[in-house]
């Protein structure tokens, strides 16, 4: 069974710039979540997406917003970059509805790098 | 709210010997715990869960964990460590406020060490 998939595996961007990360979940699962994994800040959750539908997010500013598509792959997009973004993005999924008693499964995450 | 704390750091052990990760909890109602190990440029890989049931649950990779309500721990266990246990790891809470939040709350990780 293949597991969570992510890509790119690295990026560097400026500040100001504009990023597009991207994840497919295991098959069979229909929720999405993205966390950030930043030096000195831990794991951080950022997004959840079930069925299509955002259904919860973290304490981070607009400019972090995403998408889940019909296939349940998602897009997590980051705009007007700073330096501070710099990070590894993780994806994770798990069974329909987030259900509270399933584990998320991550994948090996996006490092964003800012200059 | 819901808190998770890993108390230490680091986590030194000889290969051979028995080690634990300690990490404690703050939930109002019902603790969902999980355990989950990171190696160099790798995403998280999931141990096991405490869901409900017994206080002791087995995991992968021979680890297992103790959930202790009274003292609101969920420590990490192994009998006998290997060098290829050493790596980063997270205890987690998910966490639900008015409802389900999606949302895992970790604690800051452990990194272990296991010396030949």
Excluded: M
């Excluded at chain 1, 966390?35 to 259904?55: K, N, V």
């Excluded at chain 1, 991550?106 to 964003?112: I, K, S, V, Y």
């Excluded at chain 2, 819901?2 to 603790?31: F, I, M, R, W």
């Amino acid at each position: 069974e293949a597991g969570v998939t992510q890509s790119p595996t690295h990026l560097i961007k400026t500040r100001g710039q504009q990023v597009t990360l991207r994840c497919s979940p295991i098959s069979g699962h229909t929720s999405v979540y993205w966390y950030q994994q930043a030096l000195g800040l831990g794991l951080q959750f950022l997004l959840w997406y079930d069925e299509g539908e955002e259904r919860n997010r973290g304490n981070f500013p607009p400019r972090f917003s995403g998408r889940q598509f019909p296939n349940y792959s998602s897009e997590l997009n980051v705009n007007a970059l700073e330096l501070e973004d710099s990070a590894l993005y993780l994806c994770a999924s798990s069974l329909r509805g987030g259900q509270i008693n399933q584990p998320q499964h991550f994948g090996d995450g996006t490092r964003l790098s800012i200059l | 709210a819901q808190s998770v704390a890993q108390p230490e750091d680091q986590v030194n052990v000889a290969e051979g010997n028995p080690l634990t990760v300690k990490c404690t909890y703050s939930v109002s109602g019902n603790p969902y715990l999980f355990w989950y190990v990171q190696y160099p440029n790798r995403g998280l890989q999931f141990l096991l869960k405490y869901i409900t049931g017994d206080n002791l649950v087995k995991g992968s990779y021979g680890f297992e964990a103790e959930f202790n309500k009274s003292q609101t721990s969920f420590h990490l266990k192994k009998p006998s460590a290997l060098v290829s246990d050493s790596a980063l790891y997270f205890c987690a809470v998910r966490g639900y406020g008015s409802g389900n939040t999606g949302k895992l709350i970790f604690g800051q990780g452990t990194t272990l060490q296991v010396k030949p």
